[in-house]
């Protein structure tokens, strides 16, 4: 997991070339999804900044739009729920792809060379560059199986 000052210092030069202010608000929103593990929507995280920082008045618009900066930049990452909205979580760990959950939203992360190894032999096959990638697999998680 990357270190959060060196989070922080790319936030505030992410911050500076876009002519934005670092302010507390903005900190506590990178803090919150740094400090929590998982995928959140932006309205967990609203209420994961409001509950740590009492004396802070923060915006659910505050909250969207910082979220926009971080994702730009590569800080932050979502998974897109279609009508459901975003869940997002901190940027710049290894990467890894999803399993979701349409029943209860549980999301599980995992990674596998083989499927690795596969993409990059498609993408060659078809003389295409590839410079990123996302995996998603959408079902039903163990538990709600035995509930179906």
């Known amino acids: 997991m990357v270190e959060y000052p060196f ?15 670092f302010t507390r608000q903005r900190e506590a929103i990178l ?11 932006p309205e967990e995280i609203h209420r994961f900044v409001s509950e740590a920082n009492d004396d802070l008045n923060i915006g659910i618009a505050t909250i969207y739009r910082t979220l926009t900066l971080l994702e730009d930049a590569g800080l932050a990452e979502s998974i897109s ?48 560059q590839m410079t990123d990638h996302t995996m998603k697999i959408v079902g039903l998680c163990a538990d709600c199986q035995t509930k179906h």
């Open 81 to 128: 729920f279609g009508k459901d909205g975003k869940k997002y979580e901190i940027g710049l760990k290894k990467h890894h792809d999803h399993l979701i959950c349409t029943a209860c939203g549980t999301i599980v992360e995992f990674s596998d060379d083989v499927i690795e190894a596969r993409q990059e032999a498609i993408a060659e096959k078809y003389h295409f």
């Open 31 to 41: 803090k919150a999804l740094y400090e929590h593990d998982g995928h959140f929507s």
């Open 7 to 21: 989070l922080l210092d790319e936030f505030t030069l992410l911050l500076k070339k876009n002519g934005l202010k």
